[in-house]
């Protein structure tokens, strides 16, 4: 037993790091001894009056003499796991680390009363593995911040006309300690889905990192202030205001805000583009696409613009800049095929103009807008290009698996026309052929003519190349065409309808 117990003893003390030997070789380097951690306190009561000055001292023990040790020390409540959402310093080498008042406080997070907190020290060194010091609770008791106003606020949010635009934020200073108060302020909070908001920042170039706003399930009205730019924000549409001119105030000394409206929005000015976003275009909902621009005075143009209606219910809206997304344009409820009028909406993001439903069909357009008579009209000046697809697939005897569609047998189009990929052909027989496919629903299919050669392949539009010259089939045979088996790169261009095979 006595011999056991020492022999357990020595497998279980620290090792020595020792030198490589002459011929470079590193020897065994050991492992890391769990830092032991200790506190100067056991509870602190913390003092605003002392926010910046010292609070709990820590202090652990080396985990090594030899290698070059990193230290990071965690603390967080004792309620949650150590490691979840934890307070993190980074202490490099040092042994120990201070708190301040201040810095305690903030750990805790706003709880009321005596509060267990946690801590412990990770100990790291390239070549070893990491380890855990032993954990330290002590008891901490907070003090609530005394508020401390603001110079001024910022006007901010999607409701208002500076959206997050802080250096053109409307600025207000107090009328009365504590009290922020504005008249005038347009606010468009409908449509409700578009979650239009406002909110109130300390500054505007960060110098004070506060914001004030709603707390997520608070009661519209009551102000929580946060050191954050995410979120937080009142919701006006939620708690039944509707677009328009209003008063506000903001209230500190009771931490509330409260608006009144006083008046309708005044009417936008049209700008010289308008932006068309719907599925019935390339662009879809983003704001890259073809505009409507102004012609003169209330009427707007865009020429050659592609529109795809597929069963009718691709539309689109027509919106008033970029990323404002109300009001917008579209098409009244009584349009007709040969009246085409156009609704302002300001509290609802449904209607769209679906010309497809009105009887135009899918092709290319001139669109023009007058937004006096309120009036669109669609001019059909053809039919869409062909769309050419991303992807080709081979398909065929000669190929691993046979007559299967496979992601390992496709061309990539890699320009106008041009589509390019390695292919392995297997060991096949003169009459294991392929086609080339435009889709996996047997939609359409190319071949090669009779008359191709090795170095002169030939391609046809398969079906109509059969009808036309009664032959049998049109497949492109690679035994036929010399090409043994082996990985060629496949080079197709639809330009010349050529397809080309080189190694």
């Excluded at 290319?364 to 050419?388: C, H, N, Q, S, W």
Aim: overall charge negative.
């Amino acid at each position: 037993m006595a011999i056991l117990a020492a022999a357990a003893l020595t497998g279980c003390q620290k090792k020595n790091i020792e030198k490589p030997d002459d011929n470079g070789n590193q020897p065994d380097a050991g492992s890391l001894t769990a830092p032991v951690l200790t506190a100067d306190k056991a509870s602190v009561t913390l003092e605003e009056a002392s926010a910046a000055s010292a609070a709990l001292k820590l202090d652990w023990t080396a985990a090594s003499e030899e290698a070059g040790v990193s230290y990071k020390l965690y603390a967080n409540l004792s309620s949650r796991d150590l490691f979840t959402t934890p307070t993190e310093v980074n202490a490099a080498s040092a042994l120990s680390h201070t708190f301040t008042h201040s810095e305690l406080n903030a750990i805790l997070g706003g709880a009321a009363g005596e509060t267990e907190l946690q801590f412990g020290v990770y100990a790291s060194a390239d070549g070893y593995e990491s380890v855990l010091s032993n954990i330290v609770k002590v008891k901490v008791t907070p003090y609530s911040e005394t508020f401390r106003m603001p110079k001024a606020i910022y006007v901010i949010g999607t409701a208002t006309p500076y959206a997050w635009d802080l250096q053109n934020a409307l600025e207000i200073k107090p009328a009365s300690e504590g009290i922020y108060s504005t008249s005038g302020l347009p606010m468009r909070v409908l449509p409700l889905a578009n979650n239009q908001s406002i909110k109130f920042a300390f500054s505007r170039d960060g110098s004070d990192p506060r914001f004030a706003g709603q707390a997520p399930g608070a009661a519209f009205g009551d102000i929580t202030v946060v050191e954050t730019g995410q979120g937080y924000e009142f919701f006006p549409a939620t708690a039944g205001y509707v677009n328009g001119v209003y008063d506000i105030s903001v209230n500190f000394n009771t931490m509330k805000f409260t608006i009144q409206r006083t008046g309708d929005l005044p009417e936008e000015t049209l700008p010289d583009k308008l932006y068309m976003l719907g599925d019935c275009f390339e662009w879809s909902w983003k704001f890259n696409g073809t505009t409507l621009d102004k012609v003169s005075g209330k009427t707007y143009k865009a020429e050659n613009v592609n529109m795809n209606f597929g069963d009718g219910n691709n539309g689109f809206k027509v919106f008033l800049g970029v990323d404002q997304w109300s009001p917008y344009f579209a098409a009244a409820s009584d349009a007709t095929f040969e009246s085409v009028k156009i609704q302002k909406c300001e509290d609802t993001d449904i209607p769209q103009f679906k010309p497809g439903l009105l009887g135009y069909t899918t092709g290319v357009y001139d669109i023009t807008m007058d937004f006096g008579a309120m009036l669109a009209t669609f001019t059909r000046k053809g039919d869409l290009p062909k769309e050419e697809p991303k992807l080709l697939y081979l398909h065929g005897g000669c190929f691993n698996p046979v007559w299967s569609f496979s992601d390992e047998l496709v061309l990539n189009r890699t320009a106008t026309g041009i589509y390019e990929g390695d292919i392995t052909i297997i060991e096949a027989k003169e009459w294991d052929g392929f086609k080339i496919w435009t889709d996996q629903n047997w939609t359409f299919w190319y071949g090669a003519s009779a008359d191709s050669t090795h170095d002169n392949i030939i391609i046809v539009d398969g079906e109509a190349y059969k009808t036309e010259t009664g032959a049998a089939d049109a497949q492109i045979y690679p035994v036929t065409l010399g090409y043994a088996p082996g990985v060629w790169h496949f080079r197709l261009d639809l330009n010349n309808m050529r397809l080309t095979l080189t190694q």
